[in-house]
């Protein structure tokens, strides 16, 4: 065992070629960009003075230092591990798709109904089964509207349901639920 072997460093390699590959991708589409995201002023004071340089550099630096970290990768070709890890970095883009259907359907259920449908269907997606984690989540939502509509008065659209209820109850609803 040489000496060298023992000073390397062991680090994880799962997932490290796709992170670059698209690191490297990202970089060069920003790069490509800056054009059009930027400008150029001729009368500037000096090179450091435009608004296009110094994104340039930085983005510039990441091109090289990805592109330089792709070529001194010892191994150059995702492998199985590799999209397992991917995969383990794509799971949580689940939780985002729930926020997102819960405020898309916010103005068309209401925001309490809402609440307490998404609380209730994310106890039942983490695997929770007890009544007693429904009824929890069922007060958490509630306690959530009373904390946004009531004590801090955030404006919140009503809903779209609320147009067939009576005039005083559809008040009541678009107003406090």
């Given at each position: 065992m040489?000496?060298e072997?023992?000073?390397?460093?062991?680090?994880?390699?799962?997932?490290?070629?796709?992170?670059i590959?698209?690191?490297?991708?990202?970089?060069?589409?920003?790069?490509?960009?800056?054009?059009?995201?930027?400008?150029?002023?001729?009368?500037?004071d000096?090179?450091?003075?435009?608004?296009?340089?110094?994104?340039?550099?930085?983005?510039?630096?990441?091109?090289?230092?990805?592109?330089?970290?792709?070529?001194?990768?010892?191994?150059?070709?995702?492998d199985?591990?590799?999209?397992?890890?991917?995969?383990?970095?794509?799971?949580?883009?689940?939780?985002?798709?729930?926020?997102?259907?819960?405020?898309?359907?916010?103005?068309?259920?209401?925001?309490?109904?809402?609440?307490?449908?998404?609380?209730?269907?994310?106890?039942?997606?983490?695997?929770?089964?007890?009544?007693?984690?429904?009824w929890?989540?069922i007060?958490?939502?509630?306690?959530?509207?009373?904390?946004?509509?009531?004590?801090?008065?955030?404006?919140?659209?009503?809903?779209?349901?609320?147009?067939?209820?009576?005039?005083?109850?559809?008040?009541?609803?678009?107003?406090?639920?």
């Amino acid at each position: 065992m040489s000496i060298e072997s023992d000073l390397q460093a062991r680090t994880r390699i799962a997932g490290q070629a796709p992170f670059i590959l698209g690191a490297l991708g990202l970089s060069l589409l920003l790069l490509s960009q800056i054009t059009t995201q930027t400008e150029w002023i001729a009368d500037a004071d000096s090179l450091a003075a435009q608004p296009r340089f110094w994104p340039g550099v930085a983005l510039a630096l990441m091109v090289g230092g990805f592109a330089l970290h792709l070529l001194r990768m010892r191994r150059r070709r995702p492998d199985r591990l590799d999209w397992v890890e991917v995969r383990r970095w794509l799971e949580p883009l689940e939780y985002v798709l729930w926020f997102m259907a819960f405020v898309y359907l916010v103005p068309i259920v209401g925001f309490l109904p809402m609440s307490i449908l998404f609380g209730c269907a994310l106890v039942w997606r983490l695997g929770y089964r007890g009544a007693g984690y429904y009824w929890t989540a069922i007060l958490f939502a509630v306690g959530m509207v009373t904390l946004f509509k009531g004590l801090l008065g955030v404006k919140i659209p009503g809903a779209s349901l609320y147009e067939v209820l009576p005039g005083a109850l559809r008040s009541f609803f678009i107003l406090y639920l």
